[in-house]
C-alpha cells in the first residue's frame, strides 16, 4: 500500500479504496476485498480512520484522488459519513449487505463473500 496514495507505475487514474473496519463478516470482507483489489493494481487501499481523525494529508489525498471507493460493511455507512462530514464528494459508496452477504458478529468472512465484494468494486471501476 502507498502511503501517499499513489497508483502504481503505469495507471492514470488515481483510485484509493477505503475499507469499513467494523467487528462483524461484512468489515471483513470489505477488508480483504480492498487488499486483494491494492494486491492486484487496481486502486491503493488507503486509512479510512485516518480521515476520520482529521489528518489534514490523508484528507488531502482523498480530495486529489480521481475516485475514491468506499466499501461500507453494513447500513451504519460509518465510510459515506465520514466522507460526507468532510465534505469530500469523489466517491463512490459499496456497501457489502447490499450485496446480499448478511451480516454476523463473531463469524470470519469466506472466501465467497469476499470475492462478491472484489467483483462489484471491480464492476464500478471498469
Given amino acids: 500500500m502507498a502511503e501517499n496514495g499513489d497508483q502504481p507505475e503505469g ?23 480492498c487488499r486483494c483489489l491494492t494486491y ?3 486502486g491503493s487501499m488507503f486509512c479510512l480512520a485516518g480521515l476520520g481523525a482529521g489528518d489534514d ?12 471507493v468506499v466499501v461500507d460493511g453494513c447500513d451504519t455507512d460509518c465510510g459515506k459519513r465520514i466522507f460526507d462530514r468532510i ?29 462478491v465484494v472484489v467483483k462489484r468494486v471491480r464492476r464500478e471501476l471498469d
Fill in 11 to 33: 495507471e492514470d487514474k488515481k483510485v484509493l479504496l477505503f475499507s469499513c473496519s467494523g467487528a462483524a463478516n461484512v468489515a471483513e470482507a470489505a477488508d480483504k476485498a
Fill in 40 to 42: 492486484e493494481g487496481c
Fill in 57 to 68: 494529508e490523508m484528507i488531502r489525498a482523498a480530495r486529489e484522488a480521481d475516485l475514491n
Fill in 87 to 115: 465534505g469530500i464528494g469523489n466517491y463512490v459508496q459499496i456497501k457489502v449487505t447490499d450485496l446480499d452477504v448478511p451480516k454476523r458478529t463473531g463469524v470470519p468472512a469466506t472466501d465467497e463473500q469476499v470475492a
